[in-house]
């Protein structure tokens, strides 16, 4: 191939113009490629602002059908819910995830029957039902336990199953529970119930304003989450997460946290035929914000410009809090 040089090869000509730019542009962002992740509390007609993450609340069940029909009418596709479990309700188990009537059973339940057409992703995981915030179950030393825990996020899977949730995200890292949730739901006559892993998932200290959200977590102490998350430093295990993921029966897989792992998405979308997505993270929305909130950054650019990275990087879709934000300037 002879290339072409300078003066013939003028890259600044397609830059010259909008109209020209707008021609040869390789990616585009539109409210189909979002998830949006809501937090619901207890109580009724209660929005409960989370200081840590600006612009985004907790919502009690019914405002929770508002914020739906709001994200379906933007063309939003789907919507990740994640509770507020009452302290009260916390034990060392995490039973109150396999409650059908737990404040996401209801939720999913509360927004089928008002907005049926939008999608619900639901985690599983126990982090916000243990009284340790661990997503999986303790052994006597205070080790997470792989295989108990894996029977319990089966039967969370259930409990999310049966109350309409269309999309599994097993967030927990737990080895082997995404075959143990494929046959559960196979063998349960839930054979359309997708699963999106949470396939390669870093102990990040980005998750810190999401923990505040679920009041789960900040405390861990030890290791924190590092014996089952991925450790930060590592991509060809990431590769290795997704494949035995896939293996296991997932339809989707997701790469968590976004902006700092956007290498980690380009690996495995060159490598495997599955839709990708990125979770842009709670510290990346709060890191954003404050920079916003202090002036140094411009919010709207920021917002669009991050966005638009994870399509480059070849990302299927996005989770973001700034989903609505984001999808309403698309519309204007
Ligand atoms: C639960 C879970 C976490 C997030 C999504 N699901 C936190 C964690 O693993 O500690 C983080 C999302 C965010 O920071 O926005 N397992």
Redesign the pocket.
Known sequence: MTESHFPYLRLRRTRSAGFIRNMVQENTLSAADFIW?LFVCDGSNKTDPIASMPGVSRHSIDQIVVQAKMAHQLGIPAIAL?PKTPDSLKTADGREAVNDKNLVCEAVRAVKAACPDIGIVC?V????YTDH?H?GVLGDKGEILNDASVEILVEQARTLADAGCDII?P???MDGRVLAIRDMLEASGYENVMIMS?AA?YA?A??????D??G??RKLGGDG?KTY?MDPANSDEALREVGADIAEGADMVMV??GMPYLDIIRRVTDSFNIPCFA???????AMLNAAAEKGWLDREAVMHESLLAFKRAGAAGI?T?FAAEMAEKLAR
């Open positions: 992740p994640f985690d995981a126990l982090d916000p915030g997503d995200a967030s927990d890292m949470y998932k990040s980005f998750y810190g304003p999401f923990r959200a679920v789960a977590g989450k998350q968590k946290p979770y842009q993270v709670s510290g990346e929305y989770l809090y």
